[in-house]
Structures are given as structure tokens and as C-alpha cells.
């Protein structure tokens, strides 16, 4: 079956660096790829739609000069967490659509920033 | 604006049990609905997809209800294992025109004892 896959699965950085998160479909194409955040015991929420070939949309609330993303070919998009501060400490997931069938998730990015 | 609220609490019970879980909304007419599991550390994974005009769905031991009327579905596992424990996750499609956007609820975690 369709495999998304995300890289790093964990990551510790010290506040004011950046990080780069990779999200790759691995059997199939992703025009879209969807990128979500999820805190302790709450839910996925969702950061932004990555296009391929085109500037990612970002739901309201989420700084698109902070969480830069880039999906610059079908089978991959990648979230740079710029300037990372504690508080933007949380498990990062990616997923990908293919047409006519559910999302399909990577397996996550713990991000802890020191 | 669009909410969905699942039993936040978790949910216990004896292996062999009947697990039902519940997820309501408000201020939506969503054209159907999906029910994912999550495991610690990992990303959801899609269980089920029950549209609007689907009263009911089975898939081995789960079972989907979609009570469009009461703005609520109900998730069962029939002969629960401790296998089944899990936090589960209702999600629904924000907005409208298939766009692959989903809501999720915040989840409830399932503890099945042996």
C-alpha cells in the first residue's frame, strides 16, 4: 500500500536554529501534501497545504515565515522549522492524498528545542 | 465555527468487551466522516470512511455509525484485544469540494485489559 515517509523521526535543537523536516511518498505521486501539528493528549492540527510546483497555504494562524515549506517535486516536501523556540516543541506529522482515497500519514517528527 | 468534540477521557475495558466510542460535531454537514487510530509516537492510521448517506459500516471487527440527524458517529470494537488499545480519532473533511483538509477530534484512548 501507499508508504509516506518522514524524516527525522526525532530531533533536538537549541533555540534560534533551524529545522528541516523531510516528508517523502514512496510508491506514489503527491500532488498535495498536508503538514499537521499535534501537542500532549491533543489533537492534529493542521499547519498548511504543500502544492507541488507552487507556494504551500497556511491556515490561519500559522506563520508562513516561520514554518517554511517547500514541495519541489511529487514525491517530496520538506517543513523548516526557522528560528525554533521551546514552545514550538511537538510532534510534526505529514500526509499525503491520493485521489479517491483516505490521507495517508508519515509516522511523525518528535521536535524538542532546548 | 467547525467543532468536533470526542470523549476525552479514556476509556477502559475487560478484553472480549464491546469498545464503542463516540464523536459529535457541530456546525457541519460533512459529506462523510473517518474514524483513524494513532499508536504512541506514530501517525494515524486510517480505519474506516462512512459517508452521509451510510447508516452503517463494518470492517472485521469495527463497525461505524453515522447519525447525520444527531451529528454523531459511533465506533465500535467488537471482542476487543489488548491489541485494539489505542488512542482513536474521528476526522472530518474541513470546508467543502473534496480538498483533503481534515478536522480531527482530540482523540479517546482505548485500554483493554487482558
Known amino acids: 500500500g501507499a508508504v509516506v515517509s518522514q524524516h527525522p523521526s526525532w530531533v533536538i535543537c537549541k533555540s534560534g536554529t533551524s529545522v528541516k523536516i523531510e516528508c517523502r511518498s514512496l510508491?506514489?505521486?503527491?500532488?498535495?501534501m498536508f503538514w499537521y501539528r499535534q501537542f500532549p493528549k491533543q489533537s492534529l492540527m493542521l499547519m498548511a497545504t504543500?502544492?507541488?510546483?507552487?507556494?504551500?497555504?497556511?491556515e490561519q494562524g500559522v506563520e508562513k515565515d516561520k514554518f517554511l515549506i517547500n514541495h519541489a517535486s511529487l514525491t517530496l516536501s520538506t517543513l523548516t522549522v526557522t528560528s525554533a523556540h521551546p514552545e514550538d516543541s511537538s510532534f510534526y506529522i505529514c500526509?499525503?492524498?491520493?485521489?479517491?482515497?483516505?490521507?495517508?500519514f508519515g509516522n511523525g517528527t518528535r521536535l524538542t528545542v532546548t | 465555527s467547525q467543532k468536533i468534540e470526542q470523549n476525552s477521557e479514556a476509556l477502559n475495558i475487560q478484553e472480549g468487551k464491546t469498545a464503542t466510542l463516540t464523536c459529535n460535531y457541530t456546525?457541519?454537514?460533512?459529506?462523510?466522516l473517518q474514524w483513524y487510530r494513532q499508536d504512541p509516537g506514530r501517525g494515524p492510521v486510517f480505519l474506516l470512511l462512512?459517508?452521509?448517506?451510510?447508516k452503517e459500516k463494518r470492517k472485521e471487527r469495527l463497525k461505524v455509525t453515522f447519525d447525520t440527524t444527531l451529528k454523531q458517529s459511533l465506533f465500535h470494537i467488537t471482542a476487543s484485544q489488548p491489541a485494539d488499545s489505542a488512542t482513536y480519532l474521528c476526522?472530518?473533511?474541513?470546508?467543502?469540494?473534496?480538498?483533503?483538509?481534515?478536522?480531527f477530534g482530540q482523540g479517546t484512548t482505548l485500554q483493554v485489559k487482558p
Open positions: 500526509s499525503a492524498i491520493i485521489v479517491g482515497s483516505p490521507l495517508h
Open positions: 510508491d506514489f505521486q503527491a500532488t498535495t
Open positions: 504543500s502544492n507541488e510546483g507552487s507556494k504551500a497555504t497556511y
Open positions: 456546525n457541519y454537514s460533512p459529506a462523510y
Open positions: 462512512i459517508r452521509e448517506n451510510e
Open positions: 476526522a472530518l473533511e474541513q470546508g467543502s469540494g473534496n480538498t483533503g483538509k481534515l478536522i
